[in-house]
């Protein structure tokens, strides 16, 4: 009794509870979640109203109730209440602001164009017209004008929609009396690149105009140019010859423009907000446009699968314009994950409301289901790219394929000292995108899955236990595409995807395109898909540890090239060919043998597909899975890599054919080494022991068997001392006392102090260095200085020397006849006596001499 009491009273404190009712603002474009605009509370129930504005709302109700609720919407107003799937379809058309406004300019611009010969209405149709389409908030007389140039341009726009073609001289000429705007083909580059298309005659090619006719080209230009705009100006006069002409074919062309009145009206609208500076400030219908949105589905069909891991939808599509894009996926397996990857930088995307811009090879959308059910019946999965503005992004392919080629690979896991788990050659024969998984049977592995080009990593991504690569372009070789005729056509598409992607460009960004992909083409390529251990170890239980050694003996097995069986075999031959037999039929067949076992993979493990159910899942092991088009299966190759292997047999036979007998050799010298260190380290009886295990290399009859070998290998490590390699460790930790950590702070502080120390005393001896090298560079500078001074004063002194040699020298030639004349006179007193005069002739000839 007291339980049905208590679940009574449960149910009852249920009622009590209050429902909520939330009407929340809603966008499929923004990121940012607003405030609710109504909430209703209540536990029975309760009526509220909501006053909205003029506009287009698109709002999300959450209710919330115990046991139940039922909502009742009344309005005055026309609305639509419904899901996703109903509500989105309506907001991908115009609102009936935005309708309105466009209907009221084009019904004016049809007045006027009904009535633009009469003389009375058309002046004031103008004016009408100039206030339907010109905003209120502009004022200014420069942007009114600005604004008449757009509305020009959109209305020779509409008109070229309209009609579905180019334009006419004539209609050229009534578009122009309509507007008003005589440079109407010269505001919009569209519209004057029609008239510079036009190509110089044949005579005028390869001539230069002389200056007569450049002059006689301006005047003919100046008298045409006259004459166009006299007659524009007389076609916008009511009643003029031009003016009926161009309202005869005006009225012709708006018979084909009225019969879809809305379509023309929303693109005429429409380029006036596209193409105006300031698109807030022009019309109040431009409040409806955070409503509006457009949508495209993308959908393929569910291919159930019984493996772990699935692809469901793999195709690239190009993004014409920036753009923001909402992914949205409905599938019938929870367990599906999309990635988006940019083609051209290799980088995947969020998922986030995201910005996508335009690019050369486009978006790879790729689509995954881990641990997939198969659902019940027909299902469906589907992709809804939801935008603000048109054109959406389009598949580089008429229709998505839901069909794929899976490679796959399983083999069991055997650790190594470089934490490789596999390694797989790729080899393609056209350019191919693949999709490449790995996941591993214990999901605590952290694992790196690479892509290595010529043993340099091109594409890579970590995972735990499990890892995708969602898309990666595999490049042919340039030599395999022109010797395989069979992937001809395969190149061809890839050839037209990259031309079909930018059709639409200019024509140098497609050679620059053409260029890049010839460029990647002309590089060989060597690909190998790896997956390694990027952090931590594999953990293995005992039993897994056991099963691990035993495939690693059975690789060691594997890896020999010669068995030691045959070592006998192989010493009789080379024997033989001592005594000059040669054993060609024994050659030949062991030429065979080498190259059947060089061809044939190993008995176990084995990995490929058809390998899956033979493996033990209890045991260690991975699984790689390679997914391409199914158009392209013929076209790619995978196999285990073992090109190192390949280079170690050919090793090993290159040294056995070099010299026969060698590798009897080696494991005779193998086991004479064993037995000298068994020798000093065992006693008598385990020597002897040693001496019947290892026979001499003088008996060739007697062998022993690799087990053998094995356990004396072991028994000799195992009595080998490393002790002091190996760095011992305590039992149990100690914590580190108060008296510990000082004087470990104590050490530090020690040796923070000696350090400061030697610092110190090696800046000093480094000061004490600078200060002598001054010292001896200031000695130096007077030292020089002296130098100078004593030099400036020897050249003093040579200078005084040769002024007064130079004054001897000029003073010689002057005192020379002075001293001839005081000589003479000398002379004559000395030869003359006293009171005597000299006769008169000698002193007349003296006299004349």
């Not at 017209?129 to 942007?143: D, F, K, R, V």
């Not at 000429?173 to 083909?185: I, K």
């Not at 569209?190 to 044949?202: F, G, M, N, R, V």
């Not at 560079?777 to 007077?782: A, I, S, T």
């Amino acid at each position: 009794m007291g339980e049905e009491t208590s679940h009574v009273e449960k149910q009852l404190s249920g009622v009590h509870r209050s429902a909520v009712l939330l009407i929340q603002p809603h966008s499929w474009t923004s990121r940012q979640s607003q405030l609710p605009v109504l909430t209703i509370k209540t536990t029975y129930s309760k009526a509220a109203m909501l006053s909205l504005p003029a506009g287009r709302h698109v709002f999300c109700l959450h209710a919330h109730g115990t046991l139940g609720y039922h909502i009742h919407l009344c309005s005055k107003t026309q609305f639509i209440l419904g899901d996703e799937e109903t509500i989105m379809p309506y907001l991908t058309k115009e609102s009936v602001r935005f309708t309105e406004q466009a209907l009221a300019i084009f019904r004016t611009l049809s007045s006027m164009v009904a009535c633009f010969s009469d003389e009375q209405k058309l002046p004031s149709l103008r004016e009408t017209l100039e206030e339907t389409h010109c905003p209120h908030s502009i004022s200014s007389s420069t942007g009114k004008w600005k604004h008449q140039k757009v509305f020009n341009s959109a209305v020779y726009h509409m008109v070229c929609e309209a009609l579905g073609r180019k334009l006419t001289s004539r209609e050229h000429f009534a578009l122009q009396a309509l507007t008003g705007d005589p440079s109407l083909l010269a505001s919009d580059p569209e519209i004057s690149a029609l008239t510079s298309d036009t190509k110089p005659s044949e005579m005028w090619e390869d001539s230069e105009p002389t200056d007569k006719e450049i002059q006689a080209a301006i005047i003919l230009q100046a008298a045409f140019r006259g004459h166009l705009v006299r007659g524009r100006l007389n076609a916008l006069k009511p009643g003029t010859k031009e003016n009926l002409h161009a309202s005869k074919i005006l009225s012709d062309m708006w018979l084909k423009i009225q019969s879809d009145a809305d379509k023309h009206a929303a693109i005429l609208l429409r380029y006036i907000i596209n193409n105006s500076e300031k698109k807030g400030e022009l019309y109040s219908c431009l409040q409806d446009e955070s409503t509006r949105i457009t949508f495209a589905d993308y959908s393929v069909s569910f291919q159930g699968t019984a493996h772990s891991w699935g692809l469901v939808f793999r195709e690239v599509l190009l993004v014409p314009e920036e753009m923001l894009l909402v992914l949205r996926v409905f599938s019938p397996v929870p367990n599906c994950c999309l990635h988006v990857v940019n083609n051209d930088t290799g980088e995947e995307v969020e998922m986030l409301p995201h910005v996508y811009k335009p690019n050369k090879l486009g978006y790879t959308f790729v689509a995954e289901v881990i641990k997939p059910d198969i659902p019940a019946g027909y299902a469906k999965w589907r992709m809804r790219l939801i935008s603000s503005k048109e054109p959406l992004p389009k598949l580089s392919r008429e229709t998505p394929v839901s069909t794929f080629s899976v490679k796959e690979f399983q083999d069991y896991y055997i650790p190594n000292n470089k934490n490789l788990i596999c390694r797989y050659c790729v080899q393609v024969m056209t350019d191919v995108l693949g999709t490449i998984q790995f996941e591993t049977s214990d999901p605590h592995v952290l694992i790196r899955l690479s892509v290595l080009d010529k043993e340099k990593e091109v594409a890579g991504n970590i995972g735990m236990g499990f890892v995708v690569l969602p898309v990666f372009f595999f490049l042919a070789n340039k030599r395999q595409n022109s010797l395989d005729p069979s992937c001809a056509d395969e190149n061809k598409e890839i050839t037209s995807f990259y031309q079909d992607t930018h059709q639409q460009r200019d024509g140098t960004h497609n050679a620059a395109i053409r260029s890049d992909i010839s460029s990647d083409h002309s590089q060989d390529h060597k690909y190998v898909v790896q997956a390694k251990i990027h952090c931590g170890n594999w953990n293995l239980d005992e039993s897994q540890l056991a099963f691990v050694h035993m495939l690693q003996e059975m690789n060691k097995n594997e890896m020999r090239v010669f068995k030691h069986e045959d070592l006998k075999s192989s010493s009789t031959i080379s024997t033989s060919s001592h005594d000059g037999n040669k054993p060609d039929t024994q050659k030949t067949s062991r030429k065979g043998e080498g190259d059947k076992q060089k061809g044939k993979p190993a008995a176990f493990p084995k990995s490929g597909p058809k390998q899956d159910t033979r493996l033990d899942v209890t045991k260690p092991n991975w699984i790689l899975r390679v997914v391409t088009d199914q158009t392209k299966l013929e076209c790619l190759e995978v196999k285990k890599d073992t090109e190192r292997a390949d280079q170690i047999r050919s090793i090993k036979k290159a040294w056995e054919t070099a010299e026969p007998g060698r590798s009897e050799k080696a494991f005779q010298s193998c086991f004479r080494f064993l037995k000298q260190v068994l020798h000093k380290e065992s006693n008598d009886a385990t020597s002897d022991e040693s001496k019947d295990i290892a026979p001499s290399s003088s008996d060739p009859d007697t062998h022993v068997s690799p087990s053998d070998v094995k356990m004396t290998i072991a028994s000799s490590l195992c009595r080998i001392d490393n002790s002091h390699l190996i760095r011992h460790q305590k039992d149990s930790p100690e914590p580190m006392d108060s008296d510990r950590e000082e004087a470990r702070q104590k050490d530090h502080f020690e040796k923070i102090q000696n350090y400061r120390l030697a610092r110190e005393n090696l800046l000093e001896r480094y000061k004490q260095k600078m200060l002598e090298k001054y010292e001896l560079k200031k000695h130096h500078l007077e030292v020089y200085e002296n130098m100078l001074v004593a030099s400036e004063k020897l050249s003093d002194d040579c200078k005084q020397f040769c002024s007064s040699l130079m004054a001897l020298t000029k003073k010689e030639p002057e005192e020379k006849p002075a001293l001839k004349e005081a000589e003479l006179a000398v002379l004559k007193k000395t030869l003359t006596p006293a009171g005597v005069n000299p006769p008169k002739k000698h002193a007349k000839r003296g006299e004349k001499e």
